[in-house]
C-alpha cells in the first residue's frame, strides 16, 4: 500500500473500530493477505487507542500458524506455550479465547492442532481486570482427536508482534488523555501543563510510547524480535499508566473518566502470550545460556 | 552504493585488513594512543573509499546514501576499531560544514576530517552557560581584517587534540540571546588561543578549557550569515542523534557482549541482564528508524530527544549492570580490562548530562514536541 492508500484504510478501519463496523466489511481480512504488516499494525494499534476488542488476533495467529480460520484458543495467561498438548491419544487443553466463543475451537500443539468441540470443555468467561476484553479461560481434556500440522512458533511471533501494536495504541491512548487533562486542569491559577514536574512525567511517557513503537516496527524485518518487541511495549505500558494515573489523579483514579479502562486494558494484553517480565526474564536466560546476545537490528 | 552491498563488501575488507587495523598494543591506552587509533582507521578507510561514501562529491565523498555512513560506524564500533566518542566528532560537525560554510571552504577542510588528517572541536559551552546555550557570551567584534574573538569555552571535548573550532561567539548586544550568535571556523593555532584540558573523574582529558584572547578570524570563516549561529547549533544537535547515536548503540551492543563473554557464570541474573538487552533493543530500533527518516530526506528535529533520552537511559542501566557483574574489576581491577571497565562505568554516570542534560531533554519534548505550552 502506498501513503494514500494506507491512510483511507486506517480512517476506514477507525470507523470500523469505533462503530463494531465488521472487519471484514472493510477489508481487513484481504489486507491481511496482501500486507501483513500494514493490516496489523494500524487495526492493533486503533484497538488499543478505542479501547476496542474483536476476534482478528485469531486470524493474525492462525495465518502465520498455518491453522484453519476460526476461534484460535490463545495461550494461558503469561505464557506462550501451545495450549494444548497431546499424550497417549488424550488432548489437554488450557487457553483463553477472547471475543467471544463458537461451537468448535482450534486448539494448537507445538506442531500441530486439533478442532475440538467447545461443548465438551469447560468455559470461565473471565471478568477478572478487564472485563470489557471479553476473555473466556478453556480447559478440558478428549479423547480421539488426531492433529494435523501446523507452526505454533510462527503463530507466537505474530500473536506477539500484534499484541505489542495494540499495546501501543493503548499507550498512546493514556499519553493523550493525560496530556488533555493536564493542559485543561488549572491549579495555582494555571494550567497543571505548565509545571515542570507534570510535563517531565509526560515526556517520560512519550518516550516510552515511542520506544514501544519503534520496537514493534522494527521487529517485522524477523519474527525472532517479536517477543522483545512485545516485552519492550508490555514494560512501557506500564510506564505509561504509572505516568498517567499521576497526572490524571483523583479523576483518573474513578470510573467516571476513561483512564482506567486502558489501565486495565494494558495490564492484561501485558499478560497475553508473555508478560514483559516473563519475556525479559527469558530472553536474558537464552543470552546466559549461549553467552550471545541476540542478532541486533540490522540498519 | 545500496547498504546490503556496501555492508557484504566493507564486512570483508574489514576481515581482511583486521590485522593492519587492529590498535598498536605499544601505543597503550590513554587518549593519545586512541587518537593515532582513529587517524590510522580514518585513513585506511578513506584511502579505500568507505569512509567518502554517504558524503557528497563536492567535499570529497562518493555520494550515497547517510545509511552507509550509519554502518561503517557501526561496524568500526562493532569490532572494537574506534571509540565512538571520538569518532563521532566527524558525523556532528562535517554535515554542519557541509550546510553552512562557504563550498570552497568545505571543499578543503571537509575531506581533512574525514581522512582523520585533523581533529576539530566544538566551542559551545561556556563556564557561565551550560543548558542555557543562548546566553553564552564569547565575544565576536568586527574588525578590519575580520573577526576579533575573546572569551572562554569549556567541556570543549578533545580541543588538545583539534586543528580547527565550530565556535559559536556573541556578534549582537549582550541581551540578544539566540538572535545574537554568529558561527566561526576558527584554526586553533590563531595567535590568542590556550588550551587548558581537565581531567575528569574517568580519568581521561576528554575536555578542555578553551581561552580566546583577541584571536583574529578571517570574515571568510563564517559558517552561514551573521547572526544564523543559533540555526547552526540547532541543526547541529540532530547529527548528534542521528548517526553518531547508531554509532554510541553498537557500542554499548559490543560491551554488553563482551561482558556476556568474560563474566562467570553466576554474576548474572537473567531477569538484569534481560532488561538490558530489552532496552538496547528498544533504543537501536528507534535510531535506525531515525537514520532511516535522515537518509530519506527528513529534516530531524527536536523529536530526537526521545533516541538521546533512551541513549541515556540504556547506556547508564548497561553499566549498572556492569558495575555489579564485575565489582571486582571496577572497584578494585588495576588491570587493563579493570580500568577500561571502570572508565567506561564512570564515563556512562555522563550520558545524562552531556549534548543537552536529561532534563532539557524532557524540557523540549514537552514543550516542542508535546506541546504542553509555556513551562511557568
Redesign the interface.
Known amino acids: 500500500m502506498d501513503a494514500a492508500d494506507c491512510e483511507l484504510f486506517t480512517e476506514a478501519l477507525r470507523k470500523a473500530v469505533q462503530h463494531g463496523v465488521s472487519l471484514d466489511d472493510v477489508g481487513w481480512y484481504d489486507a491481511l493477505a496482501d500486507d501483513r504488516e500494514v493490516a496489523v499494525a494500524t487495526l492493533f494499534e486503533l484497538q488499543g487507542e478505542h479501547n476496542a476488542t474483536s476476534t482478528a488476533l485469531d486470524a493474525v495467529v492462525a495465518d502465520a500458524a498455518g491453522l484453519p480460520s476460526g476461534r484460535i484458543l490463545l495461550p494461558a495467561l503469561d505464557s506462550a506455550h501451545a495450549p494444548a498438548t497431546i499424550t497417549g491419544g488424550r488432548v489437554r487443553v488450557r487457553g483463553i479465547c477472547r471475543g467471544g466463543l463458537d461451537s468448535t475451537v482450534i486448539a494448537a500443539t507445538n506442531d500441530g492442532y486439533v478442532s475440538l468441540q467447545v461443548s465438551d470443555l469447560q468455559l470461565r468467561p473471565v471478568g477478572g481486570m478487564d472485563p470489557r476484553l471479553e476473555l473466556v479461560a478453556i480447559t478440558g481434556a478428549v479423547h480421539g482427536a488426531v492433529p494435523e500440522p501446523a507452526g505454533w512458533t510462527a503463530g507466537v511471533a505474530a500473536g506477539q508482534l500484534a499484541l505489542a501494536h495494540e499495546l501501543v495504541g493503548t499507550s498512546r491512548a493514556m499519553l493523550r488523555l493525560a496530556?488533555e487533562h493536564?493542559?485543561d486542569r488549572e491549579q495555582f491559577g494555571?494550567?497543571i501543563?505548565?509545571?515542570?514536574a507534570v510535563?517531565?512525567k509526560?515526556?517520560?511517557a512519550?518516550?516510552a510510547v515511542?520506544?514501544?513503537k519503534?520496537?514493534a516496527?522494527?521487529?517485522w524485518h524477523d519474527p525472532a524480535?517479536a517477543a522483545?518487541?512485545k516485552?519492550?511495549a508490555g514494560?512501557?505500558a506500564r510506564t505509561v499508566a504509572r505516568h498517567a494515573q499521576q497526572v490524571l489523579a483523583g479523576i483518573g483514579f474513578t470510573t467516571e473518566h476513561p483512564l482506567h479502562r486502558y489501565i486495565r486494558r494494558a495490564l492484561v494484553l501485558d499478560g497475553l502470550f508473555g508478560s514483559?517480565?516473563t519475556?525479559?526474564?527469558?530472553?536474558?536466560?537464552q543470552?546466559?545460556r549461549t553467552?550471545?546476545?541476540?542478532r541486533?537490528?540490522?540498519? | 552504493m545500496q547498504l546490503d552491498a556496501f555492508r557484504r563488501e566493507l564486512d570483508g575488507w574489514l576481515d581482511e585488513h583486521a590485522a593492519e587495523l587492529a590498535r598498536d598494543a605499544s601505543d597503550g591506552d590513554g587518549l593519545d594512543a586512541d587518537m593515532a587509533q582513529l587517524a590510522k582507521v580514518k585513513q585506511m578507510t578513506f584511502d579505500a573509499g568507505w569512509m567518502r561514501w554517504g558524503w557528497p562529491q563536492r567535499v570529497g565523498g562518493l555520494g550515497g546514501s547517510p545509511l552507509l555512513r550509519g554502518y561503517l560506524g557501526e561496524a568500526l564500533t562493532a569490532r572494537d576499531l574506534v571509540e565512538p566518542g571520538t569518532y563521532s566528532m566527524t558525523e556532528v560537525l562535517a554535515p554542519t560544514m557541509i550546510d553552512y560554510a562557504r563550498p570552497e571552504l568545505a571543499a578543503e577542510m571537509v575531506p581533512r576530517l574525514l581522512r582523520g588528517e585533523e581533529m576539530w572541536c566544538q566551542g559551545f559551552s561556556e563556564p557561565g552557560t551550560g543548558s542555557n546555550l543562548a546566553a553564552l557570551s564569547c565575544r565576536a567584534v568586527r574588525a578590519d581584517d575580520g573577526w576579533r574573538v575573546t572569551g572562554q569555552k569549556v567541556w570543549t571535548s578533545f580541543a588538545q587534540f583539534a586543528q580547527r573550532c565550530v565556535l559559536l561567539a556573541r556578534t549582537g548586544a549582550p541581551d540578544s540571546a539566540h538572535r545574537g550568535i554568529t558561527a566561526l571556523f576558527v584554526d586553533m593555532d590563531a595567535p590568542g588561543i590556550t588550551v587548558r584540558p581537565i581531567e575528569t573523574m574517568h580519568g581521561r582529558l576528554e575536555f578542555c578549557e578553551v581561552f580566546f584572547d583577541d584571536v583574529l578570524v578571517p570574515v571568510e570563516r563564517m559558517l552561514g550569515e551573521e547572526g544564523q549561529g543559533w540555526s547552526v547549533a540547532m541543526d547541529l544537535l540532530p547529527y548528534e542523534r542521528s548517526t553518531s547515536l547508531w554509532h554510541r548503540g553498537a557500542f554499548l551492543q559490543q560491551r554488553l557482549q563482551h561482558l556476556l563473554t568474560d563474566v562467570a557464570d553466576d554474576s548474572l541474573s537473567a531477569a538484569e541482564l534481560g532488561d538490558v538487552v530489552v532496552q538496547l533493543f528498544a533504543l537501536r530500533a528507534r535510531s535506525r528508524a531515525t537514520q532511516h527518516r535522515l537518509a530519506a530526506g527528513e529534516r530531524l528535529g527536536p523529536e530526537t530527544s526521545v533516541d538521546k533520552v533512551l541513549l541515556a537511559t540504556t547506556e547508564q542501566s548497561l553499566f549498572d549492570l556492569v558495575a555489579s557483574a564485575v565489582a571486582d574489576d571496577v572497584l578494585t581491577g588495576d588491570d587493563a580490562a579493570g580500568a577500561r571497565w571502570r572508565s567506561d562505568y564512570l564515563y556512562s554516570r555522563a550520558a545524562t548530562i552531556y549534548g543537552g542534560s536529561a532534563e532539557i531533554q524532557r524540557n523540549v519534548l514537552a514543550r516542542r514536541v508535546l506541546d504542553l505550552g509555556p513551562e511557568s
Open positions: 496530556r493536564a493542559l494555571r494550567p501543563a505548565s509545571f515542570q510535563r517531565h509526560l515526556a517520560e512519550h518516550v515511542e520506544s514501544a519503534s520496537a516496527d522494527a521487529a524480535f522483545v518487541a516485552a519492550v514494560r512501557s514483559s517480565r519475556l525479559t526474564s527469558e530472553i536474558g536466560a543470552a546466559l553467552r550471545h546476545l541476540p541486533p537490528i540490522p540498519l
